[in-house]
């Protein structure tokens, strides 16, 4: 099945997964509503900080129904986070297979393999391994 | 020590996203959520009361009591964050039943702990267990059926799920 992943920016730039190869990728889906979600979010930010030398992109994929664009950066900048944040449309949800269960990430190495995918909030350290994975899938 | 709180998803291989024309292909997966695939099924939320009996004509007092399952919370009426989804219950006037007023429950004050390294959450006012709506309410006499809606946002220690509605249904009889 051949999926079109393209996502609209925040601030209206459309953004592909194919705007980063040669990246490792995290792509969080999560939602203003979600509590546990904003756990993480911050510690993405952090790790996302810590490895970019290494090339790694974060992304966050809001999975509010119906919430203005404005709403969401709001939410997103008072959960500090600074990396781009995408607002998808019901096709990405369905291409993912996503379940109905937020926050939902995965981790994406060389090619847009994905090298892990978890559901629910993981520790801070669970969440740099699967980085680390990623980004080690990317050199080989 | 590792601790281990969300749930991984394991696919039959590693699940791939081709990059081809900026496409993707993604295999079929398996999510094994174990006992929390059923309970994701779930509304996370039911009504106890099904049926009251109260003096018809002049309005009167019920308690509807709703429950949250263990495990999970839910927002209050008046939740602290503008972000955050309220419990809220619509019911329908008509038939000669009329809502005169509701009362919530007050939430109680939940923080989110995530792992033993502190991730800590916002502090939330939330309702979890039994929580009731107290409605003052006139109804005809003889039987009726009051009907509405419970619309809430369930979240667990770990991840959240989308806003639902809970239809209610109750049936009332005025002496």
Redesign the interface.
Known sequence: MLLTLRWSHIKGKKVSLSDFKGHAIVVNFWATYCGPCKVEMPWFQDLGTKYHEKGLVILGLDQDDGMATEEVAAASRRVGVSYPILMPDDKVAKDYQLSDYLPETYYIGENGRVVDQTIGTHSKDEIEADIQKAIAAVGQ | M????????Q?SG?????????????SA?E?Q?GGTRAA?QKGHVVLVSDAIEVSAGKPQLVELRFRVDQGFHINSHTPKDG???PTVLKLDAGRGLKVVSEEYQKGSSFR?S??S?G????T?DVYQGDFRVNVRLAVPKGASTLTGTLHY?A?D???????KTLPVMIAVTGE
């Open positions: 590792k601790q281990s709180f969300g749930l991984k998803v696919g590693l699940l791939v996203l081709l990059l081809a024309l900026a496409g993707a292909s993604v997966q999510i959520l994701a972000l955050l989804i989110l995530v792992g390294g991730g800590q959450g916002e939330l946002q979240c220690n770990i991840a959240c799920f989308p806003p």
